[in-house]
């Protein structure tokens, strides 16, 4: 038998450190931060200095391989990594493995050249700067990339980019983004229009509009207005009309980032649940005496059984260079739907506690709701799921392809 769900003895070691990481240094800090809410300077500072104690610990950028400083870890390590990390907000923030520099640095990894590499990789791995990624447009769908309008032409030695994004998350401070751009005007394909370009920050031509206050309040989403922004030739990352190509090849390991954070919200939810429920009383016995309640915990413990399943078997097919787009989609359109279904449960047990600030649910309730949507929403991978189930039954005459192409 060649399943085995447990790790090596390193990485679980390496897990509950995580978990002690986060009890131990994070949470103390991060009580703190919420009540010094509109403090950025403290905010700042607390994370250089959770950072710093990341690096005593042995905890400093897991994902990325330890010619960067990184640890080196896999994917399916990371699982477990992230899902303890989440725990608390900052947990990604203290290991600099948080979104979306995450994900940019993985992009950078298998895209950059040599010399892009030093310049723009290696200062995010040291965690002397932060980066975004700017691809939504609000003129036209996100969800389809072939619609962006913002453009690059090629003047000389320098392309000269025009247009307008927003929702670029970190962008206020970002030292580099990772800006995609339609180039091409008759593309082989629609897929092919798009290039993606390393353009340094502050620059003149790239202007920030403003943060983009959300249902969450204000977190760095910027609007930015693109005006005669010139880029040198050589920052272009990847070729040509590859800007799609790049997106989708960074987003199947970020989204799954995502999830493994998601999962670690919703085991804090889970875990707050049955505490509540196992102190408060009402008519007679504990809540959690009580069939309703029960019923709660039960369907919220099967979904995040179900998230830990799907996250670590998507993790394990990257791992192994096969294909994981299926299992990517379908653990990102599962996790976000049950992050949210948990959390609101909590909520639910907690009463007028659970909508209050007093806990980190009502919080997480909201950040949950850009889950259904952002990288991904859930009617474009349940549209990419049903056209692969049903490709899979058209070739083989049966689905089981489609169902992670498991041997069951
Ligand atoms: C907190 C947050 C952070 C973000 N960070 C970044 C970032 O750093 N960089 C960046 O470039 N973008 C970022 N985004 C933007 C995000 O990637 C987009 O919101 C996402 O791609 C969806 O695009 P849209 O908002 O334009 O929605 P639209 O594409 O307009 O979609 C709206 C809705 O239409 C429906 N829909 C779309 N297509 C279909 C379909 N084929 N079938 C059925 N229904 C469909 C879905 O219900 C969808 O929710 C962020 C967004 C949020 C909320």
Same mark, same amino acid.
């Given at each position: 038998m060649a399943i085995d769900f447990t790790f090596p003895p390193e990485i679980d070691d390496l897990r509950l450190k995580v978990r002690r990481f986060v009890a131990e240094v994070v949470r103390p800090r991060e009580a703190e931060i919420e009540k010094r809410e509109n403090d950025r300077r403290f905010l700042i500072q607390s994370i250089i200095e959770m950072r710093v104690a990341a690096k005593d610990w042995g905890?400093?950028? !897991?994902?990325? #391989?330890k010619e960067y400083g $990184?640890? $080196?870890?896999g994917h399916v390590a990371m699982a477990a990594v992230s899902a303890e990390a989440a725990k608390s907000a900052y947990g990604p923030y203290a290991l600099n493995a948080q979104a979306p520099d995450e994900g940019n640095m993985h992009t950078l990894l298998h895209w950059a050249t040599d010399a892009q590499k030093d310049k723009y990789l290696r200062p995010v791995c040291d965690g002397m700067v932060r980066s975004c990624f700017a691809m939504t447009e609000p *003129?036209? &769908?996100?969800?389809?990339? @072939?619609? =962006?309008? @913002?453009r690059a032409t090629l003047d000389g030695d320098t392309w000269v980019v025009n247009g307008h994004k927003w929702f =670029?998350? /970190? %962008?206020? /401070? %970002? &030292?580099?983004a990772i800006l995609i751009a339609r180039t091409?005007? *008759? #593309?082989? =394909? !629609?897929? %092919? &229009?798009n290039t993606a370009f390393l353009v340094d920050l #502050? &620059?003149? /031509?790239? @202007?920030?509009?403003r943060d983009v206050l959300t249902m969450a309040g204000h977190h760095n989403h910027a609007e930015i207005r693109i005006e005669n922004l010139r880029v040198p030739?050589?920052?272009?990352? $990847? $070729?040509? /009309?590859q800007g799609h190509l790049l997106g989708q090849a960074r987003l199947g390991p970020a989204r799954l980032a995502h999830c493994m954070r998601w999962v670690g919200q919703a085991e804090v939810a889970l875990d707050m649940m049955v505490d509540r429920a196992l102190k408060r009383f009402a008519h007679g016995s504990f809540? %959690?005496?009580k069939q309703g309640i029960q019923w709660m915990i039960a369907d919220s413990t099967m979904e995040l059984y179900q998230c830990k399943l799907m996250v670590l078997h998507a993790a394990y097919k990257i791992d192994r260079g096969e294909d994981f787009r299926s299992e990517v989609s379908m653990a990102k359109h599962f996790v976000a739907n049950a992050l949210n279904r948990i959390v609101d449960r909590a909520i639910q047990v907690h009463g007028a506690l659970g909508y209050s600030?007093? @806990?980190p649910l009502a919080r997480m309730a909201l950040h949950a709701r850009w889950a259904r949507f952002a990288d991904g929403a859930d009617e474009v991978h349940q549209w990419r799921i049903a056209e692969r189930t049903i490709a899979a039954f058209k070739t083989d005459g049966s689905t089981r392809a489609a169902t992670g192409g498991l041997p069951v």
């Open positions: 905890l400093w950028l !897991p994902h990325m #391989p $990184g640890m $080196g870890v *003129e036209v &769908a996100g969800s389809d990339p @072939t619609l =962006i309008e @913002t =670029i998350s /970190g %962008a206020s /401070g %970002a &030292a580099f091409e005007d *008759e #593309p082989p =394909i !629609p897929q %092919a &229009a #502050p &620059a003149r /031509g790239w @202007t920030v509009v030739k050589e920052n272009m990352l $990847g $070729g040509r /009309g809540l %959690a005496e600030l007093d @806990t």
